[in-house]
């Protein structure tokens, strides 16, 4: 337990030199928030408080990305040789996945904390135990996601094929999700599409979390589920394929 | 002019490097246009795939034609503005060489997204479609201006990607890309809406919904802004160039 925790206080730590990266995902989300959720929502006919469900959806969204960060950082160090470094400290493989996995989780929650205070400050929730729904809620989604950029950046060995996976992975995960829109608004195929996309659920479960009007929003029990589901599927992917790709230096 | 179309041609191979970064670039386009739009046109009350359109091909062009800062700040960091002075080529060659191809690399990128527009919208005629190409080619060369500025005058990669994504925020949220301008006058203090109503980006996206749709209808006033803009980036972008790629080997 120690050694987690200790590979999660040295990726928080790795965090906080990337300043000029964590400011302007703050600034984008403040501006997606600011600007672009304010105009759509003037133009938006058929929901009321359709900006409070998009700020919620772009919460998330930013949290997603966030978390994904991961990956990449994996994918540098690789790059990097500093995997071999990595292998020589005490640490099992399964603690080393698991910590950084954790690590992305609270990262992300760590990141978006100033942003989610001030928007339930703002709608009016100070529930705790509303709150520490949405929290978990938050927390199960970002955890998962940084399991799946782990597995992801361990299983695909070539450059190309990483940045080709993680571009679709960003411009597609976000749309065909009910982060921005919900799925009674989409065309069918759209809506089946975002039935398989934990982000669906983990944008779901936020709002359900904070009270916004269930009409909208995915069954919270099927959420859990997929959260769960998700969570665990990726975490144990990352460690399998982790402790397989690094024997014998076939990352490199 | 045969130096001239040597440093295009050589920038245009390097553009070709790029081809995963355009991947995802595309994918992002593509999936704003062709789901993001699809999904608003059910919820708000006009046609957002349409007017949409127009916005994803300035977009894509905007992140096309900046690609070519990236290079410029690398080869100003890695020293390989010396090998580049050593070439037998004269300073205003070489210059105008890469502004050129900067532009030329936004305009292959977003074209295919303009013929896409045409296909959702309707087809224009042949002195549109090439007012179209040239306002999209003045963009392309005033942004890839702008962002030779950047990367010369910030030498810190780190520097140069926060004001690289400050700047992409800006221009593409605060224009017309997105949203028509009489929404933006409802949320916007007056200098935001004064930037969007002079951001190229604007003026580009409602240059090809003129032609394309006739609303909003094309003016002298778009394309004085939008001549006004790359003639400013175009000169500065240039004039910074050249002096800092000697500054950089000194």
Redesign the interface.
Known sequence: MKKIHLVIERDLRSMMQQK?IL??RW??AI??IG??G???S??????QN?YTYYAMGVIVMTMYSVAIFTGYEIYDENDDGYTEYLLSIPLTRKELVIGRSLAGGIRSLLFMAPIIAGFMYLIGIADPLRVGMALVALFGFTFGVSGLSITLAVGLRSG?KF??I???L???I???SSA??PQT???KP?AILSQFNPLTYASDLFRWSLNFNTQYLANPTTAVIVLVLFLTTFNVCGVLIYERSLEGGTWR | MHAVVAVIEHDLRVFFKYRFTMAGLISMNLADLLIMAVVYTRMVSFNYFQFLAPGVTATGLFAAAFVIGREVNMETRRGYNQYLLSLPLRRYELVLGRMTAGGLRGMIYAIPLLVLAMFILKFPTLSQFGAMLFAMYLLSMGISGLAISLAVALRSFEKFTTARSLLYLLLIFCSTVFYPLAVLRQILPGSLILFAQLNPLSAVADLIRGYLIGAPPVTTQSWTELLSFSCVFILGGAGLYRIAIERSVK
């Open positions: 000029s400011v302007m600034f984008f501006v997606q600007i672009f304010l105009a759509i003037r133009i938006v006919t058929v929901m359709y190309d940045d080709i993680m571009g679709a960003d411009a597609f976000v749309r065909l921005l829109y608004f989409m065309p759209i």
